[in-house]
């Protein structure tokens, strides 16, 4: 009787070859599996701010050419702030209401604001370190496009927080920054955290009369994807920056800013901001 022949089966080193090969291969996938998922979140994070802007001119083509104010009571003591452009809360320690805020009709759906999908390491406790929430990881612009401190002073019951800039005084819409990315950087014992920030916070406040500059503010521009920050500007357009530059040491809230990737783009000054 012939003996039984077959073809001989693997051996252990040559399994173990094959799932070092394989592991191998999958390392030098992740890298752009993860890449390509921060890409099609980037694209998500556009959408979304696109839709935040078209909702602005359309508040704007029903409120006399003004966009949403951004803070409309911010400045109105112990009674106000509790209005923002994304939203409304019953009391200052309250989370915000995005349903309830002046862009919720011309957002479709439920009116809700959306939140960014690279947005996810945040804190969101009640009190001061949600006092943004709501916003979706999207800031805009305050002292410009959101206000009319530009024109009536940045100070306790200024009118120009009341209502948003005219749609033609901005001489140059496709130049003028309205919403990006943002987030504020703070710090406690345990280490530095961010927090959702409702404002993209320009590189200087309101120059003092005869001044060209004012004093520097809090950097909130958040660069989320792949170290880059979308921004939504005023003429409707939603494009990316990689232009990263932030303010040296700590800021008020004693976090590094630069390192949770939070800074501003373009020159050192308010010209991607302001009006003119």
């Not at 130049?175 to 959702?196: C, N, Q, W, Y």
């Not at 916070?201 to 792949?226: D, V």
Request: charged share 20%; glycine share 12%; proline share 5%.
């Amino acid at each position: 009787m012939k003996a039984r022949t077959g073809q001989p089966g693997f051996t252990l080193v040559e399994l173990l070859v094959v799932v070092a090969i394989l592991s191998l291969l999958l390392s030098m996938l992740m890298p752009s599996l993860g890449r390509a998922r921060d890409l099609a979140r980037k694209t998500v994070c556009k959408s979304q701010l696109n839709g935040l802007v078209k909702a602005n001119q359309m508040y704007a083509e029903a409120n006399a050419g003004h966009y949403v104010p951004a803070a409309k009571d911010i400045f109105a003591g112990w009674a106000g702030n509790l209005h923002r452009w994304h939203g409304v809360r019953e009391a200052v320690n309250k989370a915000f209401d995005s349903a309830a805020g002046p862009l919720a009709m011309y957002l479709g759906g439920d009116g809700q604001i959306k939140q960014c999908p690279s947005f996810v390491d945040f804190r969101t406790d009640a009190g001061a370190e949600a006092y943004e929430s709501g916003s979706g990881g999207y800031g805009y612009s305050d002292l410009y496009v959101g206000s009319e401190f530009w024109q009536h002073g940045f100070y306790h019951d200024s009118p120009g927080q009341l209502r948003g800039a005219a749609a033609g005084d901005v001489k140059s819409p496709a130049a003028t920054v309205m919403f990006t990315d943002a987030a504020m950087p703070r710090a406690d014992a345990g280490g530095s955290f961010l927090v959702e920030e409702s404002f993209a916070y320009c590189p200087y406040n309101l120059p003092p009369a005869g001044q060209t500059r004012g004093s520097p503010r809090q950097p909130s521009i958040h660069f989320r994807h792949l170290e880059r920050v979308c921004v939504g500007w005023v003429d409707g357009h939603v494009g990316d920056r990689d232009d990263f530059r932030s303010m040296a040491g700590r800021n008020v809230y004693k976090a590094v800013p630069a390192d949770l990737h939070v800074g501003w783009f373009g020159p050192d000054d308010n010209s991607l901001f302001d009006l003119e």
